[in-house]
């Protein structure tokens, strides 16, 4: 696998809601898109999974169900039974962990209001979350989990005070919480019959409004507005295509969406502070997000593409054959074999079935580390000179086997070119990023990481190639003026784990 | 199975906690007393259990671990693995579940607070959580489950609003509580390094306490107090006997008692209204207490021993043997044997491997009926008069197919006698009772019961023998001076499901 | 629990078999009575269970499932479903097992033969099993399993040699396969449309057949032949009630009857050796077999109650109560305590809820012993003398730590009188009992056992006396012409176990 | 997925055996070898695993372990300890299984001979299986499963008679097997010591052999004997760099080799028909085997490769890219490239989530189609012309969604090539394909192929094509006298499935 995928960094999660057009009972069965929606955003988080349903009536019955693991463990048949009468719910699904009781921390996060039930699942990492914790417990309210999700969930029905006979303002709620929190959510709330998509004025995390149509009619232009079965919206488009959505628009940074058996309807856009550019994660165009998933109007695959020949020019090789280290880096190693001129090869293949261990390893076990995952196609590169292109290299320990791997079997010369720049910053924006002491390019060995893990040579993308590989088609788009729901007149993008700099104060 | 054993009546839950005597590491482990403990109130509930320990440190570090099911299944070695630490902890076995997401529900429910984390693990139903959810939601509080106990940790987080600066009254907190709520409720609060233990003003709900000894002086009446290794407190006493501890006192009704590493301390008596008489349900000694459980002083097995010798004085019979619907009506039969001077003989025999039913019933199923859980022992009464104690006629549809089954089988004629009177009253104190209508007692066919089922004839305990069962043993206890932790000046008991005589207002 | 059920002495197994009345398809469901039969024969094996279903047509298609566990845990409704369309069938539940592979030794077993698949249940042990593997082998047949099962349906394939053109004489293989082992075996034999039950020319392990009739019919005797819905056959007689059958009668010692949907038909009974009586297996009525079966005529219950009674004769007591250890040793504790006119009381409270130990064992845990499994009823017999009658004695490490509990609880004397005599010997035909060495009654303490165990006396029925209390009952029956099934003119049992006296030379 | 892929069609199984060198305790961790080699070959059959060890002592001790599904789930950590004490063992992983009780045809199969245990991996189908389980049959043994396997252990067993006296000449009954069935077999037989590696005449399946070398060692080809630490014997090669092993050679077409801790000896060839070819699967090179596998000298991928450059000469394609569906597709699309000329892209990306279809489908969901399993790349191929290179087409109804998929979303020609001929005819020799009636090429439909299945055309490499991309390599290393393992002198390989044309009589 790729220095990515080896590496355990991760999103924390992925959100997807889906309202049903119309009228109970909707032909739209709603359970069974939230739970391909669920599957589609799977690589956002594998340790959980939740979903909550409404059937949107007045008092609301909500059903739920959670599980740990993967979509498919989590969600027995019996469990989508119980779902299946909600016309309009959203789901979690979730990356990694702490806190005491794991099963708790999962969501969505649901609560009783003097109002009735909220549900809210939440992508994103609130960067004051430990003030508006004490806030909220200087309240009196006792919170049961270290989850952000609850931390909302309780911020909206704390403030302003709740009274019986009136019904509530979420809308307004939702505002006086983004004026009390600038990033990262995004952030779907549930109330009885309407989703609320929500965005945070930085828009660092993705989230993107999709069509439900007739399945002949999913890649038709002719769709028309009588054909909408229902509205999904989700961190990422991909998960469109496999629940037979249309492409509709990104929700803005800052803009909150209402969706509805009636439609999509933007209720506000909360403005960033004068001066402050969008926030988007570049990290989401280098390696979380599906390649076929599209952000400010371009595929993620291309951009991976277009960081695969930027590093060319900015790092040519004298070499005879272009790889990749399966499977994410694949889109960069075409991309650098086009711009060279090199022909591209496959060097490594993948034995699918190797899973978790369950051998207890011993010394050859250890000793034989990548072999068991890979084989060599020793015949492809024997006696050649090899660019193999990662798409990071995070601690350092993944590739160094692998160029061993490839030289054993006869690899003349390993140069390693990275199609992206060195991590060196944490994130404090939902990104599971190892200590800044682990990684590789914070320690004295990345003096001479070429000769530390054993390459012919190392080169990185730099963050100028990467950002330019990143707005490049954005710019492009805007004189087609094609950037489909983008929306927001400057772009904008946060490299904070390259460069250190913040969209916002940390110590806020 | 006894009427109660088919009728799907039970408690809500058991509660059991843990302090290991002196500093960590100490030589008692509080997580296998805990689960050792939990184990013997299985009886209490078996939807679900869970424990949470605490390592006594400033700050303190919880541990949790909650599962559905036996705690047999909900407890595997690792999750034992992970409470190996703490030298406190509190557990909790649940009965039956209402509401959205199992696991959720599941005790003890532990929050974090302004000053850290508190653990409640509670017995009981608040006859007034619905004022008292709605109040706690009008402060903004959003409440994640259905359950007391989740309620009883936000109240006491609420009021009175809690300062950074300041360390927490929880005493005060608790009283304040205990002020808002009268009944039922036995409750264990766990925080940093101490348990409180409380129990509502009436006694509603049994707890107790235990010390714990070296095994080799569990029983002998020397073991001083250097001998103590830790307490516990529980809602019955036969859990003591199975994790090494010796009886030490109940919990009065309104009492708040703290232990810790130094001891046991009474803080408090909160209590009751003037005139009022203590609550303590009836029907732990008809059914729900383990029959070596000690109430008041007496042992549960005698009381119901007591019973049986009542009913024998209330209702003789002209008949050949007596026997029990097995199991939880034997000690009744025995007493009705002994006072009415027939022989006691068995009628049934068990199969103890009938579990869940995996079998898609059909007619020939159905028809069945008890037939594949008991064997009728043909030759202890064919061809004779039966008097069958059970303990208690709930809806009427399991005696009827036993005594089929019996006369079938050659019993001339079986005469029902019920050790407990008829129930009529739903209960709101953490006791699951059948509706109203179900009750057999509230329908026409009572008037001719005996025809109904089949018996040749049908006879209840009266109320009034029921109680004097009861107490009778008290007095002559209070006369030798040797009410066991009763401490109370006054005896009383709640008998609202056969009265409709409730402790307290219900609208309260 | 019992002496015996501690000790882990158990049977291998317990057979069963269904064909149903008339042509496919047939009112009965024949994979639901096979199940709920070995439910009912669960007691005689918990390690594995297997069902095989015959379409009876021609070719015959058989469905079957085996599965590790109980009944409950092995046969998931799938597995019923794919057995539904058989109308005969046979299954077996097992007990303990050698050997590699562990789901393989699991009966019935199946093998296709020239002439068609026949499948084979088993129950007991062939004396000369080795002897008989290696004429099986030294004709070139691998042996798959250590099982006697798949040991006897290849003798049944191999002897006389296959001729494809002929129908095969399974009858005469079965006389054939008789011819070569004398003992003990309970067998069914299913080919296509026809059971074989046999029962070894001793008769040690038990077999008898049951008419199934309309549920409504079960106990009536005007049941008549117009109204058998199907034939069952069993190990024992208890599962008849639980599937809707009537006693039909016991197959004889030597018997080979053919059961089909025409009916049951005796086919042979081939004869012991001449002055041989025949030998069932006393420790059936004991302690194996579930109380309410019937044996020769007897119920196994009533049996158990003329034991305790006969060693009430024998070993009277001074002492003021009668208690059992539960639950198997209560009839004979109920026999004892009429017998001597001493009360009968509970001492012991079990906790149905302790199961498989999760906890890693500590010194206090060790220390607790039956302590967890047991709570001591204080009150009825705190300062009285104590008779507590278990069924045997074993190990003599069970009965020690309940007299310990007993006495340190406040009883003054605890006197064991066991209810069968000491053990000594190892069986060889199907019992699965300890070693010479680790049985108490071998060992040096044996000659002060009281003072070993810590009771103020222990006092064994005798031989004489328990063989006399189980054929007492056949005479008195013989008298009045009841012996139901019993067929055979002369009466005898098995006691090798307790003397020493086998029913054949061993080394045959 | 590939055709293939989503074609069901699979291997029968794969086999895998090692012996570690010297005395017990070896250095060599047989059972943790076994396990790492049978994931190595998971691709072969994930239906079930199983593994036996022996220790290899006078008399031997064999362990088993066999489980349903992915060598993970079927071995926990605890299977893998009962098998530690092994110093040589086979093992066996399963594609697909009919008959009765499904872990019972698992393999290896061990069965118990006069002679000790003898263990059997079996890798092929015996054309004539019908007639030898008739003649064992007739022998008078009973088969208790349907696997090819326990037929060839019992055959072993059969013939010639065994005596008691004299040691059994496993050898001799091996030849004498291999002269009742002419293939297909790749066998591992084990007894005591010495594991027998088998292939049969035609070199149907697969065999060959590798040496255990330092990890440190694995690629250098300075490993002496000195360091071979064991033998290990399998399907594939593949699996080889995962355990840490040497190739060494090829079992030859008729061979048994003998292994043992003293090494590997050749034991004896048995010859083919007097003019017969050798008749090696072609269809492991075009899609069973894993692609760094290496048959006859050369590396599967490499075969791939040229096949699709062949079909890029036999079929060029006007068109704008070439593309691949993943991932078995992929050598022979890059090798269609790169002969072609034109640029290779990717134009779907693989949901890896999706799993086993835990939905209940409905239309939608139906229609969807493989749009849940594939991303389209759009940007990647929208308005252009796309030559789809697929390894087969079997059924016809996988590429159709994909093309209607890659239409749909802007391809504005697709063609699809197919690396290999039309399947047209069944396999008797180990492979699962479907029937006869199933296979496009057999369809009126496949006149119009193109138009069937939404192409703008279709072609498929020639038969003539196939065998001269695959013969090849062997001559081209035969000038270089490279062909390790090969041995043979003649060139042969089965291409039944395409021809029809048999290797053997199928009446034999």
Redesign the interface.
């Known amino acids: 696998m790729s220095a990515f995928e080896a590496s355990g960094i991760g999103e924390e999660c992925g959100v997807f809601g889906c309202v049903a057009a119309g009228e109970w009972p909707t032909q739209?069965?709603v359970a069974?898109v939230l739970?391909?929606g669920l599957?589609?955003l799977?690589?956002r988080g594998?340790e959980s999974a939740g979903i909550v349903t409404s059937n949107g009536a007045t008092p609301p019955t909500?059903?739920?169900?959670?599980g740990m693991g993967?979509?498919?463990t989590a969600?027995?048949?019996e469990a989508?039974l119980k779902l299946r009468y909600g016309n309009l719910g959203i789901c979690h699904t979730r990356y990694s962990t702490t806190g005491?009781?794991e099963?708790?921390n999962c969501q969505p996060?649901?609560?009783?209001?003097?109002h009735g039930q909220?549900a809210v699942a939440h992508n994103g990492e609130l960067v004051n979350a430990a003030a508006l914790?004490?806030r909220v417990?200087?309240?009196?309210?006792?919170?049961?989990t270290?989850s952000d999700s609850?931390l909302i969930?309780?911020l909206?029905?704390?403030?302003p005070?709740?009274?019986?006979r009136d019904a509530p303002d979420w809308v307004a709620r939702i505002k006086n919480l983004m004026s009390e929190t600038p990033t990262s959510y995004s952030l779907l709330v549930m109330f009885k019959d309407v989703i609320y998509a929500v965005r945070d004025p930085y828009g660092n995390r993705p989230l993107c409004i999709g069509r439900v149509v007739p399945?002949?009619k999913?890649?038709?232009s002719g769709a028309g507005e009588e054909d909408t079965e229902g509205w999904v919206v989700s961190s990422e488009s991909?998960s469109f295509?496999?629940?037979?959505a249309k492409y509709y628009r990104e929700v803005l940074p800052g803009e909150i969406v209402q969706i509805s058996q009636h439609g999509v309807k933007s209720l506000s856009v909360v403005p960033r502070p004068e001066g402050d550019l969008p926030a988007f994660c570049i990290f989401e165009y280098v390696y979380f997000a599906?390649?076929?998933s599209i952000f400010e109007g371009?595929?993620v695959?291309?951009v991976r593409q277009r960081c695969g020949r930027q590093l060319a020019i900015e790092a040519p090789t004298d070499a005879d054959v272009v790889s990749t280290v399966p499977e994410s880096a694949?889109?960069a190693a075409?991309g650098y074999a086009?711009q060279s001129g090199l022909?591209?090869?496959?060097v490594l293949?993948k034995?699918?079935?190797?899973?978790?261990t369950?051998?207890?390893p011993?010394t050859?076990?250890r000793?034989?580390g990548v072999?068991?995952k890979f084989?060599?196609?020793?015949?492809?590169f024997a006696g050649k000179r090899v660019v193999l292109v990662d798409d990071s290299i995070v601690r350092g320990n993944t590739i160094s086997p692998i160029i061993k791997l490839l030289k054993?079997?006869g690899a003349t010369e390993v140069h390693i070119r990275v199609a992206s720049p060195p991590i060196r910053f944490p994130c404090y924006m939902g990104i599971n990023i190892p200590t800044k002491e682990e990684l590789i390019a914070n320690k004295p060995e990345f003096q001479d990481i070429a000769g530390y893990i054993g390459a012919a040579s190392v080169k990185y993308l730099t963050v100028e190639g990467l950002v330019s590989a990143v707005q490049e088609g954005i710019a492009s788009l805007r004189q087609k003026d094609e950037v489909i729901g983008s929306g927001s007149k400057r772009v904008g993008h946060c490299t904070a784990c390259l460069t250190g700099k913040y969209p916002v104060e940390l110590e806020w």
């Open positions: 739209l069965e069974q739970t391909l599957v589609a799977q690589h594998q909500y059903a739920a169900h959670k993967l979509v498919s969600f027995a048949p989508l005491i009781s099963l708790q996060f649901v609560v009783d209001t003097l909220i914790r004490k417990m200087r309240h009196g309210v006792g919170l049961s270290s609850e969930t309780q909206l029905a704390l403030t005070p709740m009274e019986e399945v002949s999913m890649h038709s991909c295509q496999s629940i037979g599906r390649p076929d371009q595929m695959y291309t694949t889109p075409l086009q022909p591209y090869i496959e293949c034995n699918r079935y190797v899973g978790r369950f051998i207890q011993n050859r076990l000793q034989l072999a068991k084989g060599a196609l020793t015949d492809n054993e079997a």
